[in-house]
């Protein structure tokens, strides 16, 4: 089966920019997960959806973050404005629905370097 | 406090050498992942481990969860090059179906 599909793999743009990432899940998982991850440390969760609602957002900056899931499929992270503390890679994964063991599959990430 | 603590931060091997790597948790754990990244890369998947005692291992890679539940190890015998990049442990807490995880354990295996 395809993976967790995520583009682009590498973004560049200066602070107070805004800029998108893309994910599309493996066909047919309800949940759908993106995380931060800061270089030297483990990947945190911002947004978690079931379907195309959310069950959790609670450490997702609203300020400044935004995510959707379009009819429970594609999902896209958004950024506005971008801060310096944001370079970071973004990872996409999702799992089927109650899950029991049966494992997260995570996208190759984008990595985001604020500037 | 971090809820899944690793150890060691990094670990730098000669080839052929074995090394071990920690995952404990503040927590009982119900759900323990191991997974690889390449630097700035996508995760990938190793092993997942669910009861107390549970051993798996995959090629050169041995993880066990302990019977308690809130510690597992990573063993990989004879590393390799290819063994090299950043292991993390996730843990799911149960019923959240979501991943929480360590900071990583940066492991460098010299030829």
């Known amino acids: 089966e395809a993976g967790v599909a995520q583009s682009p793999r590498y973004k560049i743009i200066e602070k107070r920019q805004s800029v998108a990432f893309w994910c599309n899940p493996i066909?047919?998982?309800?949940?759908l997960y993106w995380y931060q991850q800061i270089l030297g440390q483990g990947p945190k969760l911002l947004i978690q959806f079931q379907n195309n609602g959310v069950v959790d957002d609670s450490q997702l900056p609203k300020d400044r973050f935004s995510a959707e899931r379009l009819k429970g499929v594609d999902s896209t992270l958004k950024i506005q404005p971008a801060k310096l503390e944001d370079s970071a890679v973004y990872l996409c994964?999702?799992?089927?629905?109650?899950?029991?063991?049966?494992?997260?599959?995570f996208g190759s990430g984008t990595r985001l370097t604020v500037v | 406090s971090q809820e899944l603590e690793q150890s060691p931060q990094s670990l730098i091997v000669q080839e052929g050498k074995n090394l071990t790597i920690n995952c404990t948790s503040s927590?009982?754990?119900?759900?323990l992942y191991w997974y690889k990244q390449k630097y700035g890369e996508g995760l990938i998947f190793l092993m997942m481990?669910?009861?107390?005692?549970e051993e798996k291992s995959h090629e050169k890679i041995t993880a066990k969860l302990d019977e308690k539940k809130q510690q597992s190890s990573l063993h990989i015998t004879a590393s390799q090059p290819s063994h090299a990049g950043i292991y993390l442990c996730?843990?799911?807490?149960?019923?959240?179906?979501?991943?929480?995880f360590g900071k990583g354990t940066k492991l460098t295996v010299n030829p």
């Open positions: 481990l669910q009861k107390g005692g």
């Open positions: 066909s047919g998982h309800a949940t």
């Open positions: 927590k009982t754990l119900y759900g």
């Open positions: 994964a999702s799992s089927p629905r109650r899950n029991r063991g049966g494992g997260y599959t």
């Open positions: 996730g843990a799911d807490r149960g019923g959240s179906e979501k991943l929480v």
